[in-house]
């Protein structure tokens, strides 16, 4: 508040004509002062957010793989292998194919190999598949048939022994 009342002097001195308009230009130059911290808040939108999740709806089916360094909700059914950052297989929804993600939600139903840093099956989740994480989460209720594997590197498919094949 003391650095305020060192601005209202010179409201009192503008009972002068001419230090009303010296008062003016340097009211300006503190708004051009102001500009230059306008172009530092896009500084961190130059970090640029992360963008959506791509959402695919309920009455798409898709039939192929789907890769994407950022985030996938599915809705719908795919049939093909998908590679994203975040995975989430939405309730209702289906995925035929090997899933790799650093992080997996499954609410739906996933046929075939998961490979991610972090798994999690929800209660509503049926996985029918291998599941190779990092770290894993089981809720009551999903129901999981295949094998869980713990590496440090599950998303790393050169490492180690070769994985089987998925039951056909």
């Not at 961190?44 to 009455?59: C, G, N």
């Amino acid at each position: 508040m003391f650095s305020k009342k060192p601005t209202t002097p010179p409201k009192s001195s503008t009972s002068t004509s001419p230090s009303s308009t010296a008062s003016s230009p340097s009211t300006k130059p503190s708004m051009a002062a102001s500009t230059p911290s306008s172009p530092t808040s896009p500084a961190p939108v130059a970090t640029k957010a992360k963008p959506p999740a791509s959402t695919l709806s309920t009455d798409l089916h898709i039939k192929g793989n789907l890769k994407t360094t950022g985030d996938i909700q599915i809705s719908g059914t795919v049939d093909g292998d998908i590679r994203a950052h975040l995975l989430t297989v939405g309730e209702g929804s289906t995925v035929k194919g090997e899933i790799v993600a650093d992080d997996v939600v499954v609410h739906g139903r996933v046929v075939g190999r998961v490979r991610g840093l972090k798994v999690r099956l929800t209660a509503s989740a049926r996985v029918e598949g291998d599941i190779i994480h990092k770290t894993i989460a089981i809720e009551s209720g999903a129901h999981f048939e295949g094998s869980v594997t713990r590496q440090d590197d599950p998303l790393n498919t050169s490492k180690g022994k070769p994985l089987p094949k998925a039951a056909e």
